[in-house]
Structures are given as C-alpha cells and as structure tokens.
C-alpha cells in the first residue's frame, strides 16, 4: 500500500488480513484489522494461542500491507511470530 501510513490505515476494511512493519524493521506482525483510528490500528494478531488483541500505534509503523491467508502462510506467519516471542522472552 502506497502513501503515508495515515492513508494506508484510512484505506483498511475490519476484517482484512494486514502485514504491518514497524519502523524497527525486526518488529512486524501479521493480523486481522479489528478497529482502525488515525492514531492506532488494533489487530488480532494471527498465530496467537489466546484471544488476545494488540494495539500499534501510528508512529511506529512503517507500512501496512495486505497480506496472504492461506493455510501454509498462516503456518509460516504462526511459526515467526512464536520464534520472536520466545526470543524476547530469553531477553527479560
């Protein structure tokens, strides 16, 4: 998605299924949009065990893209997703 991240998140649909990159370009997360505000997007976070949501705050998105669904996509996103989070585990 093309422009400035304030028209990237004007443009979301609830629903959609986004890649959004953070500025620290090691911090992306895939997800469902849950709400969309100009300051904030809120996402369900794919790969997650629990029904949990998370908030990204405007300024440190890089971009949003749309992002594929597919089963093997899906396992691929869970997978990253899980390896980072035991990864900032080890950290704390």
Do not use: C, N, Y
Not at 2 to 28: F, I, K, S
Not at 45 to 74: H, N, Y
Request: proline content about 5%; aromatic content about 4%.
């Amino acid at each position: 998605m093309p422009g400035t991240v304030a028209g990237q998140l004007a443009r979301l649909q609830l629903g959609a299924v986004v890649r959004v990159v953070a500025r620290d370009p090691a911090r992306e997360v895939f997800g469902r949009v849950l709400e969309v505000q100009s300051h904030a997007l809120t996402l369900r976070p794919l790969g997650w065990l629990r029904d949990e949501s998370l908030t990204v705050l405007a300024d440190v998105i890089e971009r949003v893209e749309p992002a594929p669904l597919d089963e093997r996509a899906f396992r691929m996103i869970a997978s990253r997703q899980q390896a980072a989070r035991k990864e900032e585990h080890r950290g704390t």
